[in-house]
């Protein structure tokens, strides 16, 4: 029921994102099939230059999807967030079911039939266009049935550098711990795979040999098919606004809160905005923001200055602004004023265990360093800021190395025991619901985390008003407010939207 009331009060962006969804897999299918087709057929007649052709597919096929993403977001042309970049992943594992399927349903055919075109005069483009692909055409709709239902699977990861479709609900989900965001997205794509497969495979069957029934009706499916992708793309390219403000956002709920309160507070001066959340950690959205793929994005200082500057941590606040506002301007981004809050990394123990062993400072760690078992979020783990040097610091030696995963996970690891310490983020609604404490940090080890939007210098001159619109938030926000936006996010469960649309009411 809650699912289902969720697709109701939801379903003008369900139907977006199953919009996108579709775009995103057709598109990528149909540009498949148009490359694995002529591959298919130099496989199937040119051994030697098919062998190559199969192994690069093959080791495209075997590139996990997030990691192919990464290696196609540096590159000129085709990099960068969005559609784009998924589309060619998604060529990319499209291909090798297409062009195996074509390969084999040509080497399948009985010699004895081609020997009988030959014999009848047939030219080998003539052998090819009405023997050989009439007689493959099962087997080659087989191969594009199963690169379909991979595209549509895949397609959920798209979400993560910010092309959109069913893929985030699941992050959103994710990022909240809510079961029911994650169904949301996860269950309309099983019933497009679903559907696609059954489609496919009743047309696979009406094409085998005996059944040419569907040989007058194969063009008008493919003419429909056409017309479906450029209805789609049309409607792509129509709800796109050139004059948009696009809105970017990090993985995690708060970022996704953050990237919300910059929107809508761009929408009630009228704006269009484009949003972009959950983009992925502070690397994506720096590089989606230098190469205009975003407009505007909230950054931390202590993560700007150490982890994307690669610069000294700087632990008075009003020097790490400046160092962060005049490295920025070089590259053409503009640093306005702190929104109010200071999320620091927090070192995070359940509340019980802080009670019974007496634990109020990181120091006391190294009291239980030999029994208990970290866990930290992707970006701590590698930071220069993060585990590293804090070990260092504080002399710490735990002797299980620490567990990594997604920032929001590791709260519910530390509650379910699943391990003793975290780093976590002060402003974090999960720490008060889950009856966790916090570590005093008495060597000063973190730099200060004031929470700054990065907007596009080009952006703030041709849209002046973007910049009065933020500074009517520029200290508005304290530690308290960012904790209970967060907890009614990831504890109430509430919309991001309605929970910042409260919030400004009561601050605007």
């Known amino acids: 029921m809650r699912l289902l009331n969720f697709w109701l009060t939801h379903r003008a962006e369900l139907g977006a994102m199953i919009e996108r969804h579709l775009f995103l897999v057709l598109w990528s299918t149909l540009v498949a099939t148009a490359i694995g087709l002529p591959a298919g057929i130099i496989a199937a007649h040119r051994p030697r230059i098919g062998r190559p052709l199969l192994a690069a597919a093959s080791i495209a096929q075997t590139i996990p999807s997030l990691a192919l993403l990464g290696f196609l977001l540096p590159l000129p042309f ?141 063009p008008v ?95 008075d606040p009003e020097a790490a602004f400046g160092t962060v506002r005049d490295a920025y301007s070089r590259a053409g981004l503009s640093v306005l004023q702190p929104l109010g809050f200071n999320n620091t990394f927090a070192i995070v123990i359940r509340g019980a265990d802080a009670t019974a062993l007496g634990l109020k400072t990181i120091d006391d760690l190294r009291r239980v360093e030999a029994q208990w078992r970290p866990g930290f979020g992707y970006e701590f783990a590698e930071r220069t800021d993060g585990y590293a040097g804090l070990a260092s610091t504080y002399g710490l030696h735990f002797t299980t190395p620490p567990r990594v995963m997604d920032l929001d996970l590791v709260y519910r690891a530390l509650a379910t025991r699943q391990v003793d310490v975290i780093a976590g983020d002060a402003t974090s609604g999960l720490i008060k619901a889950l009856d966790l404490a916090m570590l005093q940090d008495n060597r000063g080890y973190f730099p200060p985390y004031y929470a700054v939007p990065i907007v596009r210098s080009a952006v703030l001159l041709a849209h002046p008003e973007v910049r009065e619109a933020f500074a009517q938030l520029a200290g508005r926000i304290s530690e308290n407010d960012m904790r209970a936006m967060n907890a009614a996010v990831d504890v109430d469960h509430r919309d991001v939207g309605a929970t910042v649309r409260e919030f400004l009411m009561r601050v605007q």
């Open 78 to 218: 085709i990099g960068g967030i969005g559609p784009r970049i998924a589309i060619v992943a998604l060529i990319l594992y499209a291909l090798l079911p297409i062009v195996r399927s074509t390969a084999t349903g040509l080497r399948s055919i009985d010699p004895a039939v081609l020997d009988a075109g030959v014999a009848m005069g047939m030219t080998p483009r003539q052998l090819l266009w009405l023997v050989e692909l009439p007689l493959a055409l099962p087997s080659i709709v087989s191969g594009i049935r199963i690169a379909t239902i991979v595209g549509i699977g895949t397609a959920t990861i798209a979400a993560a550098i910010g092309a959109g479709g069913l893929g985030e609900y699941i992050f959103r989900g994710l990022s909240m711990v809510d079961s029911t965001v994650i169904l949301a997205g996860a269950i309309p794509a099983a019933v497009l795979a679903l559907v696609a497969d059954g489609v496919l495979t009743w047309v696979e069957r009406r094409l085998a040999p005996g059944r040419q029934r569907l040989s007058r009706a194969a």
């Open 221 to 315: 499916a493919i003419a429909a098919a056409a017309l479906l992708v450029a209805t789609l793309a049309a409607a792509e390219i129509g709800a796109a606004h050139p004059d948009a403000i696009v809105i970017g956002s990090k993985n995690f709920t708060e970022q996704v809160v953050l990237g919300e309160l910059l929107a809508q507070t761009l929408e009630r001066r009228g704006l269009t905005v484009t949003r972009r959340l959950n983009l992925g950690g502070s690397f994506i959205c720096d590089r989606a923001v230098r190469s205009g793929d975003i407009d505007a994005y909230v950054e931390y200082t202590g993560t700007a200055l150490a982890a994307i500057l690669k610069q000294p941590i700087v632990k």
